[in-house]
């Protein structure tokens, strides 16, 4: 049996309710009450899109059209929708369900040439702009999927999947390799420090929202099931 069955429908609600109305991030508030992050930030995700129906286990699993599968995975891999967009706006369960949709569909796309495998073996380990440019380009172009890139250049699905992300998003600049470049706190100027404590903002008050308009409605629930 797995841990989160020990929770049930109502215990996850109030956890992610209490979660939603304090000032802790997921990770510390999970570690708080001993359940793996994960496994909170699934409930919190199914809270927002589905309310309390979300933690209700249903009778039977729901099938779904191939058509609608390629239609979700072409709209998260080559129109930029974000995979909890992607889950708000069909109602599906959860993320992961998205995801095993790329992966089959990776797997079983086909394409022709593949480029040398030698030339590219140490990519894995260390890669440059323009190879990171060239693998998400390639992938944005429909030549590899995800996974076909990660084997023919030697890196990793995520890897890929991380660079076509960011490649979409702000262009060739965001492959630039940031690592250990990040801005200090005393770096940041007052405007830098002003968008973050903005963005912090508004996704508390965003937060905050749906949890007071999912609460109402559980407590709508509640009194129909006491009557």
């Not at 940041?188 to 949890?211: G, H, P």
Request: hydrophobic fraction near 35%; glycine fraction near 4%.
């Amino acid at each position: 049996m797995s841990r989160a069955s020990k929770y049930s429908a109502k215990m996850k609600a109030d956890l992610v309710l209490e979660y939603l109305s304090s000032s802790e991030s997921q990770a510390k508030f999970s570690q708080a009450h001993n359940i793996p992050y994960g496994t909170f930030a699934t409930w919190v995700e199914k809270w927002q899109v589905h309310g309390v129906a979300g933690f209700i286990p249903k009778k039977f699993n729901t099938s779904y059209a191939t058509d609608l599968k390629h239609k979700i995975v072409t709209e998260h891999l080559f129109n930029g929708k974000t995979a909890l967009e992607l889950m708000t706006e069909y109602q599906l369960p959860s993320r992961a369900l998205i995801t095993s949709w790329v992966h089959q569909y990776n797997k079983d796309k086909t394409t022709g040439e593949k480029p040398s495998r030698k030339r590219d073996r140490n990519l894995a380990r260390k890669t440059t702009k323009s190879e990171r440019l060239k693998i998400a380009q390639q992938v944005i172009d429909g030549v590899y999927g995800y996974q076909e890139a990660a084997n023919a250049y030697d890196v990793t699905y995520q890897m890929v999947y991380g660079w076509v992300r960011k490649l979409k998003a702000g262009g060739p600049e965001a492959l630039e390799d940031r690592r250990g470049k990040a801005k200090e706190i005393s770096e940041q100027t007052a405007e830098d420090k002003l968008m973050q404590e903005n963005r912090e903002l508004k996704k508390r008050v965003r937060e905050l929202e749906v949890a007071e308009a999912l609460l109402k409605k559980l407590k709508e629930i509640q009194r129909r099931e006491n009557h």
